[in-house]
């Protein structure tokens, strides 16, 4: 079936420094991605809505500095932190739309630990 | 906003049925009900889609009130393994529509 490929699992870094996280999918081309945070015990909550070669649209309240988003192609998106902070610390969540299923497939997700 | 409510929790016993509902009193024409599920840290999994009619597969079953307001997902046999929380989502079925999550409903499948 349809999987997506979210890249790293985890990752640890010190204040400052900027974070890139990677979705892919694999089996199918994805047109739209969406781009979702998660804290503990909540819901997931959409950041952005990705489409492939095009600005990204962003939801209310979400910085379109900090998280800087590129879909270059039909299979990758990518998500970058910059100049992250303690509070960005999250589990981060792509998603993509594979039309011929008519399906949202979502990556395995990515936990943040800014130091 | 999400289009859909949802219990916070509910308990099932090893076994037997779990009967999740989902209101989503607004729905419109075009759009679908999904239902996924999401285990601690990990990416929230696909279970069943639906327009009006009743679906089945191999995981669940989706039954779609005749008004569409609100539906229903049965898991048939519950195991400890669907201790989850599952999330109940309309939406249209192709890319551009944005997918909301609300609450989800923490299901406890107990031995």
């Known amino acids: 079936g349809a999987v997506v490929s979210q890249h790293p699992s985890w990752v640890i870094c010190k204040s400052g420094t900027s974070v890139k996280i990677e979705c892919r999918s694999l089996?199918?081309?994805?047109?739209?991605m969406f781009w979702y945070r998660q804290f503990p015990k909540q819901s997931l909550m959409l950041m952005a809505t990705?489409?492939?070669?095009?600005?990204?649209?962003?939801e209310q309240g979400v910085e379109k500095d900090k998280f800087l988003i590129n879909h270059a192609s039909l299979t990758l998106s990518t998500l970058t932190v910059t100049s992250a902070h303690p509070e960005d610390s999250s589990f981060y969540i792509c998603?993509?739309?594979?039309?011929?299923?008519?399906?949202?497939?979502f990556g395995s997700g990515t936990q943040l630990s800014v130091l | 906003d999400a289009k859909t409510t949802q219990p916070t929790s509910m308990d099932c016993a090893e076994g037997r049925a779990a009967n999740l509902p989902c209101n989503h009193s607004?729905?419109?024409?075009?759009?679908?009900v999904y239902w996924y599920r999401q285990i601690h840290s990990q990416g929230p999994q696909y279970i069943i889609h639906?327009?009006?009619n009743n679906e089945t597969n191999e995981m669940a079953s989706l039954i779609i009130t005749e008004d569409r307001k609100s539906s229903t997902l049965i898991l048939p046999h519950a195991t400890l393994r669907d201790t989850a929380v599952y999330y109940c989502?309309?939406?249209?079925?192709?890319?551009?529509?944005?997918?909301?999550f609300g609450a989800g409903t923490r299901l406890f499948v107990k031995a």
């Open positions: 998603s993509a739309w594979g039309a011929v299923n008519e399906k949202l497939f």
């Open positions: 089996d199918f081309q994805a047109t739209t």
């Open positions: 990705s489409n492939e070669g095009s600005k990204a649209t962003y």
């Open positions: 607004t729905i419109s024409g075009n759009e679908y």
């Open positions: 639906g327009l009006k």
């Open positions: 989502i309309v939406r249209g079925n192709t890319g551009g529509f944005k997918t909301i």
